[in-house]
């Protein structure tokens, strides 16, 4: 079983930035793919971010490319998500997500982001 908290959310105006942190309860964290998603009100909760077991690989969704980055430190059993030139629309929960097979297995409680312009 995987234990993940979410932190970092919060109230930025556009433009601004934000930094989320995952933390990870499991024994072998580096095991897992990890990625972020997000949903807004009134949409369905969408991709935006993933990164492989050791850092190497991340993909972004079209819509955060070149503003947000996803490291993680797998001594430190935590995953972050820099969020740069943050934009209204970019207002939503965020959630943290472990996967170990095809799917996105494990999921977080969820950080409110909002960003008012």
Do not use: H
Request: with cysteine.
């Amino acid at each position: 079983q995987v234990q993940l908290v979410e932190s970092g959310g919060g109230l930025v105006q556009a433009g601004g930035s934000l930094r989320l942190s995952c933390a990870a309860s499991v024994r072998t964290f580096s095991r897992y793919k990890m990625g972020w998603f997000r949903q807004a009100p009134g949409k369905e909760r969408e991709f935006v971010a993933d990164i492989n077991w050791s850092g190497a690989s991340t993909y972004n969704a079209d819509s955060v490319k070149g503003r947000f980055t996803s490291s993680r430190d797998n001594a430190k059993n935590k995953v972050n998500l820099q969020m740069n030139s943050l934009k209204p629309e970019d207002t939503a929960v965020y959630y943290c997500a472990a996967q170990e097979g095809e799917e996105f297995d494990y999921w977080g409680q969820g950080t409110q982001v909002t960003v008012s312009s």
